[in-house]
């Protein structure tokens, strides 16, 4: 069941993020009041969401936060501030292949805290009245043991991130049955943007196709090209996102396109749409680009998500590879090839966030 959002008012840890970022321009779209956690750094690091700071026509809508995932006291204070109608916590050391690096900070930050936010809620008296969203990952699946996965598919991480996220997914629901805190899980699978980061592979694809084109670079470092994932359109997973909150009852629910592809098959779309010709001139396999436990294949099945709250992916893979690359191109002042720019205005005629 919906309700009006004219008042309300969310709390977004990791605002900065790709996910974050377009969470805060569509709850803003909604008419809510946005407050986002920002780590203090020695470098600004605001730049997906500047947009928002430049509007001015929204002077109250966003407010930012210092604050950190292992720093308890701070995240209490923060809550206890804002005392938020919803909180989405997407907050986290999410890179995969990094997390073998640094397994220790990873559990600290994925894990314990989303461990620290549930007890906030909870030390502060907010059960009844703030609603929990932990981000959790496809990535729980590991080593598949069906295809598709869904809801009730046996998790087998096989990644300290992935290990942590399991940890933070069965926090959120023991502290749904424990303390009766509206607190959700949503199991989403890959989904990419303008705004991903330039370390994940399908940015670091569309970019690396864009410094190429603009002949800063000559090559592109990969690891697992083999590798299969479900990829989806970030902006339609944030949105679902504030579906899952808004359903009568707490819940965990997939969200995925269903379809599943290989970082090959990924390249070769890439590479043809940008008029580049054959991948694999430009394209070199780097060792320590590859896990030292690898997951082959992610495939989503979201018919809850489907029958809940009507979740049907408009974005697959061949149009998510031309928005990307046509925003790249853009960022590295190359012509825009617009298939893109078309697919976004004619699938999203009322979009709600700004082209990137």
């Known amino acids: 069941m919906e309700t009006t959002t004219e008042t309300k008012k969310a709390l977004i840890t990791g605002i900065t993020g790709q996910d974050g970022s377009y969470l805060a321009d569509f709850l803003i779209s909604k008419g809510y009041q946005v407050h986002g956690i920002v780590r203090k750094a020695?470098?600004?690091n605001t730049q997906r969401i500047e947009h928002l700071f430049k509007?001015?026509?929204?002077?109250?809508?966003?407010?930012?936060?210092?604050?950190d995932m292992a720093d308890a006291t701070t995240l209490i204070d923060i809550i206890n501030k804002v005392k938020p109608d919803e909180i989405y916590h997407l907050a986290a050391q999410s890179h995969v292949r990094t997390s073998?690096?640094?397994p220790e900070y990873t559990a600290n930050s994925d894990a314990i805290g989303t461990l620290r936010m549930l007890e906030a809620i909870k030390l502060l008296g907010l059960q009844k009245t703030?609603?929990?969203?932990?981000?959790?990952?496809?990535?729980l699946y590991g080593k598949v043991a069906e295809i598709p996965q869904n809801e009730e598919t046996p998790f087998r991480?096989?990644?300290?991130y992935a290990i942590a996220k399991l940890y933070a997914y069965w926090?959120?629901?023991?502290y749904r049955e424990a303390y009766s805190i509206f607190s959700s899980n949503g199991i989403l699978f890959n989904h990419e943007s303008p705004r991903r980061g330039e370390s994940f592979v399908s940015r670091k694809i569309t970019i690396g196709i864009a410094r190429i084109k603009a002949g800063l670079d000559k090559k592109i470092y990969l690891g697992n090209?083999?590798?299969k994932r479900d990829w989806g359109f970030a902006p339609e997973y944030v949105e679902s996102m504030w579906r899952i909150l808004q359903q009568e009852k707490p819940d965990d629910f997939v969200v995925s396109t269903g379809q599943a592809y290989s970082v090959k098959e990924f390249l070769q779309l890439a590479f043809t749409y940008a008029g580049l010709g054959d991948w694999q001139q430009y394209v070199e396999i780097d060792l320590q680009y590859f896990r030292p436990t690898e997951v082959d294949l992610l495939q989503g099945n979201?018919?809850?998500?489907?029958?809940?709250?009507?979740?049907?992916?408009?974005?697959?893979?061949?149009?998510?590879?031309?928005?990307?690359?046509?925003?790249?191109?853009?960022k590295y002042n190359l012509p825009v090839i617009g298939a893109g720019d078309r697919i976004l205005a004619e699938k999203f005629p009322n979009r709600w966030w700004p082209i990137d």
Do not use: C, W
């Not at 509007?55 to 604050?67: I, R, T």
């Not at 703030?130 to 990535?139: C, D, G, L, R």
């Not at 926090?171 to 023991?174: A, G, L, V, Y």
């Not at 697959?316 to 031309?322: G, I, M, Q, Y």
């Open 225 to 227: 090209i083999e590798a």
């Open 302 to 330: 979201s018919s809850k998500a489907r029958n809940a709250f009507g979740f049907e992916p408009k974005i697959r893979l061949e149009d998510l590879v031309k928005i990307m690359i046509d925003a790249d191109f853009r």
């Open 55 to 67: 509007d001015y026509n929204k002077p109250d809508k966003l407010f930012l936060h210092y604050g």
């Open 42 to 44: 020695s470098n600004f």
């Open 100 to 102: 073998f690096d640094i």
């Open 157 to 160: 991480p096989r990644s300290p």
């Open 171 to 174: 926090i959120t629901k023991n």
């Open 130 to 139: 703030t609603k929990f969203y932990q981000a959790s990952t496809s990535e």
